[in-house]
């Protein structure tokens, strides 16, 4: 199974809540070299166009992002960001034509879920998965495909971006009241009441597959986020590692049951511990080389 990773998602964000390490430290745990993982190609501003305006990627491209676009993003930007950005976009591009080659892929990086059309917001500055499904139904022919959204927070850009557009199921589930405030409706949403812990999540989700899977996607978009565990600072749903570790294994089962390309990005994950959002990571990319 292809693992899409480059050290140059390690951008430093002085005194941000977002360990950019944990990029490094799971391609580490997981013995990820040179040799053995997948190295993204940029995306290309054509690729980007697929979904985001020509003015807003033409701020990236100049930066001439202005101080308001800047604190929306809520990153402390600078120029050669945008770099970084177009590689994890084309990170996700990448590991989504390889789960169309072989199945199923990881992109150790992207799940950018709260970049909208026309801004960026939330530390997402490009929407990775619009992008990569876009670049898909372009260049690989497939025509559905379903976004399994379950960080903590809303993935309220991506709603958006497919808002009208019955090619793509997005299905988000998240702590309700948490950021963002504003969560334009996605095809399923379903928002969790704080504290609600492993029993009920689990109950709640495998509710909800059958529903996505209905939809006879050609492409699964996964973004396993590790914020919902108990401890991290951005979110308040209570799931612990092994509820976590059995939230994925429900996912990936239903997309290798119905024999649907599945492709795993990361998303959030802002525990006390970095250590803790690294277990995280790593054991969702277990069960993805587990489920040959
Ligand atoms: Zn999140």
Same mark, same amino acid.
């Given at each position: 199974?292809?693992?899409?990773?480059?050290?140059?998602?390690?951008? #430093?964000?002085?005194?941000?809540?977002?360990?950019?390490?944990?990029? /490094?430290?799971?391609?580490?745990?997981?013995?990820?070299?040179?040799?053995?993982?997948?190295?993204?190609?940029?995306?290309?501003?054509?690729?980007?166009?697929?979904?985001?305006?020509?003015?807003?990627?033409?701020? &990236?491209?100049?930066?001439?992002?202005?101080?308001?676009?800047?604190?929306?993003?809520?990153? =402390?930007?600078? =120029?050669?960001?945008?770099?970084?950005?177009?590689?994890?976009?084309?990170? #996700?591009?990448?590991?989504?034509?390889?789960?169309?080659?072989?199945?199923?892929?990881?992109?150790?990086?992207?799940? &950018?879920?709260?970049?909208?059309?026309?801004?960026?917001?939330?530390?997402?500055?490009?929407?990775?998965?619009?992008?990569?499904?876009?670049?898909?139904?372009?260049?690989?022919?497939?025509?559905?495909?379903?976004?399994?959204?379950?960080?903590?927070?809303?993935?309220?850009? #991506?709603?958006?971006?497919?808002?009208?557009?019955?090619?793509?199921?997005?299905?988000?589930?998240?702590?309700?009241?948490?950021?963002?405030?504003?969560?334009? /409706?996605?095809?399923?949403?379903?928002?969790?009441?704080?504290?609600?812990?492993?029993? /009920?999540?689990?109950?709640?989700?495998?509710?909800?597959? =059958?529903?996505?899977?209905?939809?006879?996607?050609?492409?699964?978009?996964?973004?396993?986020?590790?914020?919902?565990?108990?401890?991290?600072?951005?979110?308040?749903?209570?799931?612990?590692?092994?509820?976590?570790?059995?939230?994925?294994?429900?996912?990936?089962?239903?997309?290798?049951?119905?024999?649907?390309? &599945?492709?795993?990005?990361?998303?959030?994950?802002?525990?006390?511990?970095? /250590?803790?959002?690294?277990?995280?990571?790593?054991?969702?990319?277990?069960?993805?080389?587990?489920?040959?």
């Amino acid at each position: 199974m292809k693992v899409v990773f480059s050290p140059r998602y390690e951008v #430093t964000l002085p005194g941000h809540v977002w360990p950019t390490s944990k990029y /490094r430290l799971i391609a580490e745990r997981l013995g990820l070299n040179s040799l053995t993982r997948t190295d993204p190609p940029l995306a290309s501003w054509d690729d980007l166009a697929l979904v985001h305006t020509s003015e807003y990627l033409a701020k &990236l491209r100049d930066n001439t992002m202005t101080p308001n676009d800047i604190a929306t993003l809520e990153l =402390p930007w600078r =120029p050669e960001f945008a770099d970084a950005f177009r590689l994890m976009v084309g990170g #996700t591009c990448a590991a989504a034509t390889a789960a169309l080659d072989d199945g199923r892929a990881v992109h150790l990086g992207g799940g &950018l879920h709260h970049a909208f059309a026309a801004h960026g917001e939330g530390f997402c500055p490009l929407n990775d998965v619009a992008v990569a499904i876009r670049v898909l139904q372009r260049d690989r022919g497939i025509n559905r495909a379903a976004v399994v959204d379950l960080d903590v927070h809303h993935g309220n850009g #991506t709603a958006m971006i497919f808002e009208r557009d019955p090619s793509v199921f997005t299905f988000s589930m998240h702590q309700q009241h948490n950021y963002p405030f504003f969560k334009p /409706r996605s095809d399923l949403d379903i928002g969790l009441e704080d504290g609600t812990g492993d029993a /009920r999540y689990l109950a709640a989700l495998a509710g909800a597959l =059958p529903g996505v899977m209905d939809s006879e996607p050609g492409l699964v978009v996964y973004l396993a986020g590790a914020d919902p565990f108990e401890r991290d600072r951005l979110g308040g749903l209570k799931l612990t590692k092994a509820g976590l570790r059995e939230r994925d294994r429900l996912v990936i089962a239903a997309a290798r049951a119905a024999g649907v390309p &599945l492709v795993t990005v990361l998303a959030g994950g802002y525990a006390e511990d970095v /250590r803790d959002t690294v277990d995280i990571h790593v054991a969702t990319i277990e069960v993805m080389r587990a489920s040959a």
